[in-house]
């Protein structure tokens, strides 16, 4: 269990506070928050004192606005995680799977750094859920495709 919340913890401040500090110049003026921030701006306190149930609350009341694209990846994706916290499996592997599908057929290189690493945590994120849950071979297809899309031979 601490070791999850440890895990919880390191992927939060990759995704969400060391982004803009790795993006700044020396001297630079500061990056403005990125539009998934400022959608994540409700949730993220909630994320941070692990308040699941209620940061569910807060990110689908910005999925109703039918997002796509970047900020679709990103709200999918830590709906994900609140919906795994709360053992709601399900719903936790929907979520992973709505961030995927948020690419379509938009070209996933012209996304930001940002949206790219949700992105690909909620590939990996879903495998090891399947895994989790005793689905081994939904488990390995899953992580193929992540080969297959992102393996860089």
């Known amino acids: 269990m601490v070791t999850m919340r440890l895990f919880t913890a390191l992927q939060f401040a990759l995704f969400v506070i060391v982004t803009p500090v790795c993006h700044a110049e020396e001297g630079a003026e500061p990056l403005p928050a990125s539009p998934m921030t400022e959608l994540l701006a409700e949730a993220l ?56 599908k948020c690419v379509g057929s938009r070209d996933e290189t012209k996304y930001t750094a940002e949206a790219k690493r949700s992105l690909r945590a909620s590939w990996l994120k879903w495998a090891e859920l399947e895994f989790e849950t005793g689905e081994f071979e939904g488990s390995a297809r899953l992580y193929r495709k992540y080969i297959e899309k992102y393996d860089r031979k």
């Open 45 to 100: 306190p909630l994320l941070r004192a692990e308040r699941w149930e209620e940061a569910i609350g807060s990110l689908d009341r910005n999925l109703e606005a039918d997002l796509h694209g970047e900020p679709g990846i990103k709200m999918f994706y830590w709906r994900g995680i609140c919906a795994w916290k709360l053992e709601d499996y399900k719903k936790a592997g929907n979520s992973f799977e709505s961030a995927i």
